[in-house]
């Protein structure tokens, strides 16, 4: 039974495959892979909460040490996350409701590829200050506070670019959705249409 079941997962995946390479190439590179340019605008977020976060906590040593990661490992973590969320259950049939894939990549957007770069150039950029002592940190007592305090300017200008992410993204997954369908849609090869 579960031998058969594997058969027909298999099965699935192939007639899948199959119908996506029949697409032109630039419809099939946007199906397989949209995480990229999902990626890449988070890449683009982790740079600009990184700019913001270093005028704030007045950090001008370390430029490419600080922004390094904030390009990577954003870029990284949301590619890979697109693709596990929604690439992967998309070509596999698993995800199969417009709606269901847009909420799901603009959450992805939103949470991996907005909102992370941000808290990740927090504390990139709150050690430097602290190792260049370039900014008055807090006693003990006040930390948590204190950091609210410094993030909220970077949060208020972060507004647009992580908005900017989750529309794009849940675009993206719209628009992947709907080219997957129109690939199911077209004849298997060798068939002629009648």
Known sequence: MENHESNNEENIFEII????????????NLLENGSVYVGLNAALCGLIGNSLFRRVLNVTKARIVSALPMAVLPFFTTEVTY??????????????CETCTATRSGLV???????????????????????????????????????IRVSKPVFRKMLFPILLQTVFSAYLGSKQY??????????EPGQEIH
């Open 17 to 28: 495959n199959r119908k996506i390479n029949q697409l032109p190439e630039a419809e099939r």
């Open 178 to 187: 709907k080219l997957l369908i129109k690939a199911l849609h077209l004849p």
């Open 109 to 147: 957007g939103l949470l991996v590829g907005g909102l992370y770069p941000v808290f990740l150039a927090l504390p990139v950029n709150g050690s430097l200050a602290a190792r260049y002592e370039t900014a008055l940190l807090p006693n003990k007592g006040n930390i948590l506070s204190y950091w």
């Open 83 to 96: 693709r596990g969320f929604v690439n992967f259950p998309l070509i596999t049939g698993d995800l199969n």
